[in-house]
């Protein structure tokens, strides 16, 4: 198993009470692959660079977990479908 770092942006629709939902969403997708999440981390909302989506703000979360490779790539094609997710970067960490 390899340490990943997954760092996504929310839509900035989403309510303060919405959001907890939507990270245990996205730490049981890690889960149901058979990853080990170690620690997620909330940044909160953020204004970006440039517009995204036609979004100029986003909630930004910040996700470290182990998965297997094979896995990784099942869990990027689930956040490219995921509608909340506006924008990731996933990371595997030497």
């Known amino acids: 198993m390899q340490d990943y770092e997954l760092t996504y942006?929310?839509?900035p629709t989403f309510e303060e009470e919405q959001l907890g939902g939507?990270?245990?969403s996205?730490?049981?997708l890690v889960q149901n692959l058979k990853g080990e999440?170690?620690?997620s981390k909330p940044w909160g909302r953020r204004r970006m660079a440039y517009p995204i989506k036609g979004f100029r703000e986003g909630n930004y979360v910040e996700l470290?977990?182990?998965m297997d490779a094979k896995s990784a790539a099942?869990?990027?094609r689930s956040l490219r479908l995921n509608e909340a997710v506006?924008?990731?970067l996933l990371v595997r960490k030497d």
Do not use: M, P
């Open 9 to 11: 942006i929310l839509a």
């Open 22 to 24: 939507v990270y245990d």
């Open 26 to 28: 996205i730490s049981g």
């Open 37 to 39: 999440v170690a620690e």
């Open 64 to 66: 470290r977990f182990k």
């Open 74 to 76: 099942e869990l990027e």
């Open 86 to 88: 506006i924008r990731y």
